[in-house]
C-alpha cells in the first residue's frame, strides 16, 4: 500500500508563489511516475503536472511557465512550485503515484488564489 501526504496549501493573493510537497510513503520505488491534479468545484479533476523517474516533466497548457514540477527520490517526495498564481488556480490540488498495479492518490490540500 502507498500512502501519499500533501502539504504547502493555502491562501495566497493572485501574483503570488505557494509550494506544495507530496511525501510517499509504503511500498514505492524511484521508478514511480508521480504528479499534480487539481480539481475546482463543479469540475473534473485535470492533470496539472507530471514527472517520471527520469526528470521528465509534462504540463497542462493553463500552468506552462508558471508551475513547475520536480522530485526528490531521496526522499520520495514530488514538489509542485506554483508561480504568478491566478484566482483560477483555486482548487484542491492532489499528488498521486502511478505504480504497476494501480494509481495511488493523496487526500488533497487546499490553494486558493485571492483576486
Known amino acids: 500500500q502507498v500512502q501519499l501526504v500533501e502539504s504547502g496549501g493555502g491562501l495566497v493573493q493572485a501574483g503570488g508563489s505557494l509550494r506544495l510537497s507530496c511525501e510517499a510513503s509504503?511500498?514505492?520505488?524511484?521508478?514511480?511516475?508521480m504528479g499534480w491534479y487539481r480539481q475546482a468545484p463543479g469540475k473534473q479533476r485535470d492533470m496539472v503536472a507530471r514527472?517520471?523517474?527520469?526528470?521528465?516533466?509534462t504540463y497542462a497548457d493553463s500552468v506552462k511557465g508558471r508551475f513547475t514540477i520536480s522530485r526528490d527520490n531521496a526522499k520520495n517526495t514530488v514538489y509542485l512550485q506554483m508561480n504568478s498564481l491566478k484566482p483560477e488556480d483555486t482548487a484542491v490540488y492532489y499528488c498521486?503515484?502511478?505504480?504497476?498495479?494501480?494509481?495511488?492518490w493523496g487526500q488533497g490540500t487546499q490553494v486558493t488564489v485571492s483576486s
Open positions: 498521486n503515484l502511478e505504480s504497476r498495479y494501480r494509481t495511488y
Open positions: 509504503g511500498r514505492i520505488f524511484s521508478i514511480n511516475p
Open positions: 514527472i517520471t523517474s527520469g526528470g521528465i516533466t
